[in-house]
């Protein structure tokens, strides 16, 4: 039992005890409500890491709380992608939003910066050392909205190859420097996963068939296929291409090569467990099989197609608007963003490879295996369609989830899938935009 | 607001805001009674009739949670909702768990309260039994039932390959989802209805199956022309009371499906939910809520007529 | 929660001295096989709280082991330490006991004062008044989740208690239940302490209360269990976790535990625990509640 007060028994003889309570209660809460106390700096943080990413911001937020005495840090973890976004929103609109939040890059302008967000101070950036010169140009110019600079970019991450070392050296799948050997083209991807599957008995590769957008995403990448038009109004999607990347997933699935439903927890334990050797996903859950300590290690994701591409995403840090930001907080915020920069080494042991190009330079980085091994696909990241309804957990991808896990399930074809997903895009593009 | 504190021995005079003369003034007699509704009327304008017509006018307008500058749309708002068919998939989906839960949700609760309405430690260990789901939070019971659920470990599908069946993903499976959800709910919340029951099975006078007995009536005799018809008006007012519960599903979905898979579970609640919060859009929301008060209205309104005309027949 | 409907009679003691079933022949098959029926039944009810509270007892690996284990191999109380070290839980438990007292308090002093005021008084615009009362039964609180959280917005009461408690205050069947309770309280009580030289205000206190004990116990256990319970609107008003009650938190934050079923089920049956705690104990009045409070079917 904890020790907060238990509820009194709603039995007889709550009136008078009820009241006594709740009005001692509601005395207490109103003076540490206030919070006046505190002569430090706040800083509330919020993000959406779970899994083994959790557990590594957990370490960080320890090291930045032992440097930073006089900072008040409190970290919050919500439940990622819908759930996250529509409290932080809410949080912005009701005013008592906190210091600091992670937002995916992809769902900057869709978050409505403008109104829900304050604008980050550069030059208490620059005084904390990090300024422009510092990212990749073009990750920079994201984080910019009508001049103002809203989002500090963290990290980028892509779509990745997890994959089993005993079992791929099993498969004869490893090169002689036991790196997974580099597969080019649906053929050589599909033997892949085949030789593997026959070593596991179960599965080749895991994958997380309720959530297919990603998958779908970097293949039809691959495939060069385009989104909306340059104005970002039309959709352009391009069927045959689409439906060829759809018909692959249906063919992983059919063949048993991936599981035909699965979800996130499913994806990690089937690779954990051995069920399944390969895994595709992001790079995000290497904590958890270190942790595991299991055999494993990561490379780019495989070229099936044409060009290199992989879905991925950055994450940033944001200031969610508050009614009456005090200076005080917003000083410490900036100091704790430039913080997580410089440290972001630790950052990129969960998968992540760094924004901050210091860091990214630094032999901390490079030695981590197998964070590094990835890290060259920096530039060939695909971001999500612009657009307000867009980005990681936004509603286009809900739509392509929607549509999409049907296909692995065999319950519909790829092209009823992909029409649905269309028909589901163009009533987006239609609705009025929000923001 | 004046909340009254009562004293600590709470015989003596209460502090009152005001001290009306014992045979006061006209005006006292006459607005008096104002005061006594005073405290519970100004929340129920603020916090019900405001938001009521708020709602409304809101529907109108493209009002954004982002604050942006809104626009009067006039009834596009309500055009957009009528050819929506997400409006329509998710009233359907509310509709559906409505007639799926109230059925074993009455009769389950029914056989229950017969069950348990005995004296002894049994009675109390078949109540605390069938009661105890329902005191806890709807997280609580579906972070359980998502456990149980879960394909390769959980319990449900370990029963299954156990006996050797396959596997259901019972939540991510599209004609099984709701089914799971229904199950969720039936083991959750038919306790509310078993205590109602057991209520009403009390309240029948022992007198009437003594008179019975004497009259040689068998175990069976009396369940079937007793019990049953005596509970008749209960069962009348439970399924009110269920029909009007079950359609605003939003809870159990959400926290065990997230309207998934395919959205083939997403209630109506939930379509306002997304549209006004996670796609910021308040004014279209509105026009939904709007929609769904409407139905809950009809259906309540219908009710109450069935219900009342029952009474009279009585 | 769903409503309900009391009557207004004053029936009490007569009802449950008994409390006896129908009468039946000794012994028979058929009540044995009643009784193992009723039985089995609760177990089917109880497994999975027990499957919860089971898996919350296993180290996390031997959660997912395939086949399923019923007893935990080795048993230990490593989740439940881990949720209570790491999580807010205990923030929120204080949260849901604030919310729960303070709705609870609020709905029983501001619905008896109503309910006495439309019972008992005469004022213009008292009919008016009831009747829009009456129709405000009808609006679901749900459909106003959209509308509400915007005033609260405005009012700056999202993330506080009083933008949790004060619209499930507004219970307007509540008032109803207790005005038709109150109709039927004979004037007499009330005339004698009126010669006495009562106030109004006093009356109310010392003879409609303790003449209403029970329909009030009633109001006041469902209305707690319900603040206790509520999901949705303390899910829309509270986006600052330290603010969150248990059902919303819980529901929140889970995510940060991954796939750590233990850890899961281990918070599950924390959150679960206390009202379960109390409803054991306080079984008997919480069945009688309901049944003093007398169903109108």
């Known amino acids: ?435 | 607001m004046a909340v009254q504190t009562p004293t600590r021995t709470g015989t003596t005079e209460p502090q009152p805001t005001r001290q009306p003369p014992r045979n006061g003034p006209p005006w006292t007699e006459k607005w008096g009674g104002l005061f006594f509704v005073a405290p519970f009327g100004v929340l129920f304008a603020f916090f019900l009739l405001w938001p009521t017509f708020s709602g409304l006018w809101n529907s109108f307008f493209n009002t954004s949670l982002a604050g942006v500058q809104q626009e009067f749309l006039g009834l596009a708002n309500w055009r957009e909702m009528f050819g929506d068919p997400a409006v329509w998939d998710s009233l359907q989906n509310t509709l559906v768990f409505t007639a799926m839960s109230t059925p074993p949700l009455v009769i389950i609760a029914l056989v229950m309260a017969l069950l348990a309405n005995r004296k002894g430690l049994l009675g109390w260990f078949l109540r605390f039994s069938y009661f105890a789901p329902f005191v806890m939070p709807a997280t609580v019971v579906t972070l359980i039932w998502v456990w149980i659920y879960q394909p390769g470990f959980g319990l449900v599908n370990g029963l299954l390959t156990a006996g050797g069946s396959a596997e259901i993903d019972w939540l991510n499976t599209e004609n099984r989802a709701m089914l799971a959800v229904v199950i969720t709910t039936v083991w959750w919340t038919v306790g509310f209805n078993f205590l109602l029951y057991l209520a009403a099975l009390q309240g029948i006078p022992d007198q009437v199956y003594e008179a019975a007995a004497i009259d040689g009536a068998s175990g069976r005799q009396q369940l079937f022309r007793i019990t049953l018809p005596l509970m008749s008006r209960t069962t009348g007012l439970i399924v009110v009371l269920q029909l009007v519960a079950s359609l605003k599903i939003f809870d159990q979905i959400y926290l065990m499906t997230d309207g998934g898979p395919n959205y083939a579970t997403r209630p109506i609640i939930q379509y306002i939910y997304e549209n006004g919060f996670t796609s910021y859009r308040i004014g279209y929301a509105s026009a939904i809520s709007y929609m769904f008060f409407l139905v809950i209205v009809i259906v309540s309104i219908a009710q109450f007529r069935l219900f009342g005309g029952r009474k009279e027949a009585n | ?297």
Request: proline share 7%; with cysteine; net charge neutral.
């Open chain 1, 1 to 435: 039992m904890p020790h907060a007060a238990p509820p009194p028994p709603p039995g007889r003889p709550t009136r008078r005890t009820l009241l006594a309570g709740a009005l001692g209660l509601a005395g207490a809460t109103t003076l540490t409500g206030c919070g006046t106390f505190s002569r430090d700096a706040r800083v509330r943080e919020w993000n959406l890491f779970g899994g083994g990413d959790g557990a590594r911001l957990l370490q960080i937020h320890d090291k930045f709380v032992a440097e930073h005495k006089d900072i008040a840090f409190e970290a919050y973890t919500l439940a990622w992608g819908p759930p996250f976004y529509t409290k932080l929103a809410m949080s912005a609109a009701g005013g008592r939003a906190p210091e600091v939040a992670t937002l995916h890059l992809s769902r900057l302008k869709g978050f409505s910066p403008t109104t829900m967000l304050d604008p980050i101070p550069v030059d208490l950036l620059a005084k904390a050392g990090i300024t422009e010169q510092d990212f990749i140009p073009d990750t920079w110019s994201r984080c910019q909205v009508d001049g103002q600079l809203y989002a500090v970019p963290l990290d980028s991450h892509p779509f990745v190859l997890y994959y089993n070392t005993e079992i791929c050296q099993q498969a004869g799948l490893l090169g002689p420097d036991g790196r997974i050997k580099t597969v080019k083209g649906v053929d050589a991807f599909l033997d892949m996963l085949r030789a593997v599957k026959e070593v596991t008995g179960k599965f080749g590769a895991s994958v997380e068939t309720t959530n297919p957008w990603r998958l779908w995403w970097t293949l039809y990448g691959q495939l060069e296929g385009k989104f909306f038009d340059e104005s970002g109004t039309q959709l352009i999607i391009d069927d045959a291409k689409a439906i060829e990347a759809l018909e692959l997933m249906a063919k992983l699935a059919a063949d048993g090569l991936t599981p035909k439903s699965s979800d996130y927890p499913s994806l990690v334990a089937q690779f954990t467990n051995g069920d399944a050797g390969l895994s595709f996903n992001g790079e995000w859950e290497v904590t958890t099989y270190q942790t595991a300590k299991m055999p494993f290690s990561m490379a780019p994701f495989p070229v099936v197609y044409d060009v290199p591409k992989f879905a991925g995403d950055a994450h940033t840090f944001v200031m969610p608007h508050q009614a009456d930001r005090s200076t005080k907080d917003t000083e410490a915020t900036v100091e704790y963003i430039a913080w997580m920069l410089k440290n972001s080494a630790e950052w990129a042991a969960g998968g992540h490879i760094p924004a901050y190009q210091p860091v990214v330079a630094s032999p901390e980085y490079l030695n981590l295996k197998p964070q590094a091994e990835y890290r060259s696909v920096a530039p060939d990241v695909l971001f999500d369609p612009d657009a307000w309804f867009s980005g990681s957990g936004a509603q286009l991808q809900n739509e392509a989830g929607a549509a999409f896990s049907g296909v692995y399930a065999g319950r519909m074809t790829p092209k009823a899938a992909l029409d649905q997903f269309k028909a589901a895009t163009r009533k987006l593009l239609d609705t009025p935009s929000p923001v």
């Open chain 3, 1 to 297: 929660m769903a409503t309900l409907t009391l009557s207004s009679r004053a029936s009490r003691a007569s009802r449950f001295s008994r409390g006896s079933g129908p009468v039946q022949p000794r012994f028979t098959f058929a009540k044995v096989a009643i009784t193992v029926g009723s039985v089995l039944l609760a177990l089917l009810w109880l497994v999975p709280l027990l499957w919860a509270i089971d898996t919350s007892l296993k180290p996390e690996p031997e959660t997912t082991q395939t086949p399923i284990t019923w007893l935990p191999g080795a048993p230990t109380i490593d989740a439940y330490r881990n949720v209570l070290d790491q999580g807010s839980i205990l923030r929120w438990f204080l949260n849901s006991t604030i919310v729960a007292c303070l709705v609870t308090t609020l709905t029983l002093v501001v619905s008896t004062l109503a309910a006495y005021g439309f019972s008992r008084t005469t004022f213009p615009g008292r009919r008016v008044l009831f009747g829009i009362l009456i129709a405000g039964i009808l609006v679901p609180p749900q459909v106003l989740i959209v509308p509400l959280f915007q005033e609260m917005t405005g009012l700056g009461l999202v993330d506080t208690y009083w933008g949790i408690v004060l619209p499930q205050v507004v219970a307007p069947v509540m008032v109803f239940v207790l005005k038709k309770f109150f109709d039927g309280v004979s004037r007499d009580y009330e005339d004698a302490a009126r010669v006495d030289g009562a106030t109004r205000l006093r009356i109310v206190w010392s003879v409609m209360v303790p003449m209403s004990r029970p329909v009030l116990g009633a109001v006041a256990i469902f209305t707690f269990i319900g603040a206790w319970n509520n999901f949705l609107w303390p899910f829309i008003v509270t986006t600052d976790p330290a603010m969150m009650t248990i059902p919303v938190g819980l529901a929140n934050v889970q995510g940060s535990y991954g796939l750590r079923y233990a850890q899961i089920m281990a918070s599950a049956v924390l959150g679960g625990l206390p009202l379960l705690v109390v409803f054991a104990l306080f079984q008997r009045q919480v069945v009688r509640g309901v049944g003093d409070a007398g169903i109108k079917g």
